[in-house]
C-alpha cells in the first residue's frame, strides 16, 4: 500500500465520505491518479465508490478499522509474520491486525496455509501471489464479513493448526481479553482448541476498553503483539502472566 493510499484511509477515517476532487486536490494530484488509487482500495474490500465522490463503510466494518492506526498495525502484521514457519498451518480470526497479517503471509510465505472464518481476509488476500486459503463456513455476520457459531467450529475440526491469531476489542486484568459479540466469543474459544498457540495482535489503545464479553483467559494466551504506548502496568501483568510481549514503534505515524 501506497502512502497516498494510507493518506487516502486516514482522510476517509475521519470524515467517511469525501469528493474524489477535494481528495485530488488535498493530495496534489490528478483527479484521474485518485480515482485510479480509489479502484485499487475498492478492489480490496477498503471503500466504496461512488459517483464523484469515495465512502468507507460503517464502524463494525474490517475495512474501515484497517485505515485506523495503519502504519502501527502493518507493523504489528509485520512482527508477528516472522513467527509463522514455511510449511505451517495458522488459524487466523477476523481483525484488522489479522487482515494485515494474511496479506503479509500471502504476499512473503510460499508455503503456508490460512484457516480463517473471515471472508474479508479471504477476499482481501485474493490477488496475493502465495498462500492458501481455506475459509471455514457457519453462520455469516455481514457486518464484520466473518462467520461464526458451531458450525464454523465444526468445520475447523479437521485442521489442527500451528498457531491461532485473534484480535481482540478489550482487555481487563479480570477477565483477560475481551470482545462485543457472544457468538464470536463462543467460536474463538472453541477454534482455540484446534491450534498448539495462541497470539493476540491488537494495538495499544485495546487496553483501555473493556468489551462486554470474555474471549480469552491470560493462561490461553502465549504471546501478544502489540505497540510501545501499551500501558506499562498491563504489559507487566502480562509478563507476569508468562505472556511473550512483542512491542513494535509507533513512532512516525
Known amino acids: 500500500m501506497t502512502n497516498r493510499h494510507t493518506r487516502i484511509l486516514e482522510a476517509l477515517t475521519k470524515k467517511q465520505r469525501i469528493e474524489v476532487a477535494t481528495l485530488a486536490a488535498m493530495l496534489e494530484v490528478s483527479q484521474v491518479t485518485i480515482r485510479k488509487d480509489l479502484d485499487q482500495l475498492e478492489e480490496r474490500g477498503l471503500i ?18 484497517l485505515a485506523y492506526k495503519y502504519h502501527i498495525k502493518r507493523r504489528i502484521a509485520v512482527a508477528a509474520a516472522e513467527s509463522v514457519e514455511e510449511g505451517e498451518t495458522v488459524l487466523i480470526e477476523s481483525g484488522s491486525c489479522c487482515a494485515l497479517l494474511a496479506e503479509e503471509l500471502a504476499t512473503t510465505k510460499r508455503n503456508v496455509t490460512i484457516v480463517t472464518n473471515s471472508a474479508f ?15 471455514l463456513g457457519g453462520y455469516y455476520q455481514p457486518g464484520a464479513q466473518v462467520t461464526v457459531g458451531s458450525i464454523t467450529c465444526k468445520c475447523a475440526g479437521v485442521f ?12 481487563t486484568e479480570k477477565f483477560g481479553f475481551t470482545g462485543k459479540d457472544h457468538l464470536r466469543a463462543q ?10 498457540q495462541v497470539l493476540v495482535l491488537t494495538d495499544s489503545e485495546k487496553f483501555s476498553h473493556q468489551g462486554v464479553v470474555q474471549l480469552l483467559s491470560t493462561e490461553d494466551v502465549s504471546m501478544v503483539y502489540t505497540d510501545d504506548q501499551i500501558p506499562p502496568e498491563q504489559e507487566a501483568f502480562l509478563r507476569e502472566k508468562n505472556i511473550v510481549v512483542h512491542k513494535v514503534s509507533s513512532a512516525g505515524v
Open 121 to 135: 481476509i479471504a477476499n482481501h488476500i485474493r490477488y496475493a501471489p502465495y498462500g492458501k486459503v481455506i475459509l
Open 160 to 171: 489442527f493448526s500451528d498457531k491461532f491469531f485473534i484480535g481482540i476489542d478489550g482487555f
Open 187 to 196: 467460536t474463538v474459544q472453541g477454534l482455540m482448541e484446534q491450534a498448539r
Open 48 to 65: 466504496r465508490r461512488e459517483h464523484g465522490f469515495a465512502s468507507i463503510d460503517p464502524a463494525d466494518d474490517v475495512g474501515k478499522r
